[in-house]
């Protein structure tokens, strides 16, 4: 059973950076696909980034793209996404995520953190 712990969330005014950082136990990380999802108060929850095993071929969610980059450190089983030129509409909880590698990372992952708050100030 893979667990996963999420840090470095927080309050940061706009235009500021964060990094979020995602640690598994319990599996075999290089064997994973990984994830970031959030949720805004009263929406649904949306992809926002996602990396692939040991290959690292990364995708990212369009109001985001060119802002935020994941990255994976398989020798320390941790997922990291970094925020940069953060917006008000970047506030919301992020949730990390991981499905076995061979299905990618989708709406229905197998695993998911307990998530972390994000809330960016104007």
């Known amino acids: 059973q893979v667990q996963l712990v999420e840090s470095g969330g927080g309050l940061v005014q706009a235009g500021g950076s964060l990094r979020l950082s995602c640690a598994a136990s319990?599996?075999?990380?290089?064997?994973?696909?990984m994830g970031w999802f959030r949720q805004a108060p009263g929406k649904e929850r949306e992809f926002v980034a996602a990396?692939?095993?040991?290959?690292?071929?990364?995708y990212y969610a369009n109001s985001v793209k060119g802002r935020f980059t994941i990255s994976r450190d398989n020798d320390r089983n941790t997922v990291y996404l970094q925020m940069n030129s953060l917006k008000p509409d970047d506030t919301a909880v992020y949730y990390c995520a991981a499905n076995p590698r061979e299905y990618g990372v989708g709406p229905d992952n197998r695993y998911w953190g307990q998530g972390t708050q994000v809330t960016v100030s104007s």
């Open positions: 990396i692939r095993g040991s290959v690292g071929s990364s």
């Open positions: 319990g599996g075999t990380f290089s064997s994973l696909a």
